[in-house]
């Protein structure tokens, strides 16, 4: 991992976690889809998850969206373009503010960076099967496709787009203590 300490406090836990995402499609339903490979680390000095480091990197290549073809226009270079853009990044802070934390940071996709924020729930700490300690996190928010780039657009008979420009992103996150 690129970050500035030796080792992380907390490790995403992939077997119990999931980075999904959902698009409106010819704007009349949704399509849902699934990071399958990612990693990440959560550098908690604090031991409260406030002002915590994250850093988050997923395999583009590895998108589902349980439709192998659409699955490959999404890995072209119409979307991610995966060939030339082989990591999606998140680099941020984990904030506590009250009982609510929030994430703020900058994601790369396709090359372009932005700033964004999501709203985050502490959904639990306890310890795993084997001893070791586990946290757990609800991060939810939104993107703007067009704002990394992912220009793709073609309408439908009546107007409306074929792929919806707002993401929603969901990621459900069981993290392990180092």
């Known amino acids: 991992m690129e970050t500035q300490h030796t080792q992380p406090t907390w490790r995403i836990d992939p077997d119990h976690s999931v980075i999904q995402f959902k698009v409106k499609h010819l704007a009349i339903s949704t ?9 990440g680390e959560v550098y908690d000095l ?3 998850f406030d002002n915590s480091e994250v850093y988050v990197e997923i ?3 590895s998108i589902d969206t349980n439709h192998k073809i659409r699955d490959g226009h999404l890995k072209g270079e119409e ?13 941020g802070q984990l904030l506590k503010t009250s009982s609510v934390h929030a994430i703020s940071g900058k994601l790369m996709v396709k090359g372009t ?3 964004l924020r999501f709203d985050a729930e502490a959904t639990g700490l306890g310890k795993g099967r084997n001893g070791d300690i586990r946290a757990g996190f609800e991060v939810e928010g ?8 992912l220009t793709f657009n073609m309408f439908t008979e009546t107007g409306g787009m074929i792929v919806g420009e707002e993401i929603k992103i969901q990621l459900d996150i069981q993290l392990i203590r180092q």
């Open 79 to 91: 979307f991610l373009d995966t060939e030339r853009y082989p990591k999606i990044i998140f680099r």
């Open 59 to 61: 395999d583009p290549n």
């Open 142 to 149: 939104k993107i703007n496709r067009k704002d990394f780039g």
């Open 31 to 39: 399509i849902s889809g699934t990071f399958r490979s990612f990693k």
């Open 46 to 48: 604090t031991q409260q």
């Open 113 to 115: 960076e932005k700033q």
